[in-house]
């Protein structure tokens, strides 16, 4: 609980926490900033005396912020109706990588991705389960069983009781049900890394053995790049699709990247990333790959190369 009087000062300390709620609300790192810093506004915009009343600012802000992305999760199923071909959430650096490339330091000011933690629940796969949820179930979801929020407070952001917000989140949770354990990282990276190699090699065989015969291979250009406008299916076309792609982009660089907390490829091309790769793998195969191309998705790797 924070402390009458020192609400501004409990409020500014939250940001990370809202950031990362967000992030995993919305997929988007762009509009996480821009739906807390919609709820910085709103606490602000306060009177001192309204603001001294609330003993929990952090409780407060993040009630609205939930309310924010539980709106902008029902105006984004309308936007990606649109969206040119397929939708993936916007990928993140490690950490590391990104304090290596001249991200800001200890007392600069901190970009949205460099503060978010990076878990199973950021990792690709888990995400692009989440956007199968409706607003409520993956609000009420992320809310309690990523972060651990009470469903009375989870019932003050959906505007519903906290039984209703308990059965969304055993629906959504029905969802992920049958999600099977990641891979270790280990294992994974050495896969990615065979996957590197044959891509590079432009040897469509290898790569058709590290791949799943059903594997999918799904691209996001949002209309703003080259790429396939719906999922490649199957092994050997992804292969063939695969060592295309490198034919036709010659000075192409294949860079072995953390990717959302997990093994992935970075291709750069001229110095700038122009594709992030996320895969998913089991039994020592690719069963899935991400592949995020719209340039401003992007934007957190501009220095991470």
Not at 16 to 43: F, H, M, P
Not at 167 to 182: D, E, G, I, N, Y
Not at 264 to 280: C, M, N, Q, W
Request: with cysteine; aromatic share 6%; proline share 6%.
């Amino acid at each position: 609980m924070g402390t009458v009087g020192a609400g501004a000062d409990v409020a500014a300390g939250e940001r990370r926490q809202l950031i990362n709620v967000a992030y995993r609300l919305l997929g988007s790192v762009t509009e996480a900033e821009d739906a807390v810093q919609d709820a910085y506004t709103r606490w602000y915009g306060l009177p001192r005396s309204r603001q001294e009343e609330i003993s929990s600012p952090g409780a407060w802000l993040t009630t609205v912020t939930g309310r924010i992305c539980l709106d902008r999760l029902g105006s984004a199923r309308a936007r990606r109706e649109r969206y040119v071909g397929s939708w993936l959430p916007e990928p993140l650096p490690d950490r590391t990588e990104w304090d290596h490339a001249g991200g800001a330091g200890p007392t600069g000011p901190a970009d949205p991705a460099d503060q978010i933690v990076l878990d199973e629940s950021v990792a690709t796969a888990f995400l692009v389960v989440l956007e199968s949820m409706t607003p409520a179930e993956r609000v009420a979801f992320v809310l309690h069983d990523v972060f651990r929020y009470p469903f009375a407070e989870i019932a003050d952001v959906l505007g519903r009781t906290p039984a209703a917000c308990k059965q969304l989140a055993a629906s959504a949770r029905r969802r992920v049900s049958t999600a099977r354990a990641p891979v270790p990282a280990t294992g994974r990276a050495d896969v990615v890394r065979r996957v590197k190699e044959a891509w590079e090699a432009k040897d469509v065989a290898a790569l058709v053995g590290l791949l799943d015969p059903a594997a999918v291979m799904t691209a996001d250009g949002g209309g703003m790049v080259g790429t396939v406008l719906r999922p490649v299916e199957g092994g050997a076309r992804i292969a063939q699709y695969m060592v295309a792609i490198a034919d036709m982009a010659p000075g192409l660089k294949l860079l072995e990247r953390s990717v959302n907390g997990a093994p992935g490829l970075v291709a750069e091309r001229a110095g700038v990333v122009v594709t992030v790769a996320s895969f998913d793998v089991l039994d020592g195969h690719v069963t899935r790959i991400w592949a995020v191309r719209n340039p401003e998705k992007l934007r957190p790797w501009g220095r991470a190369g």
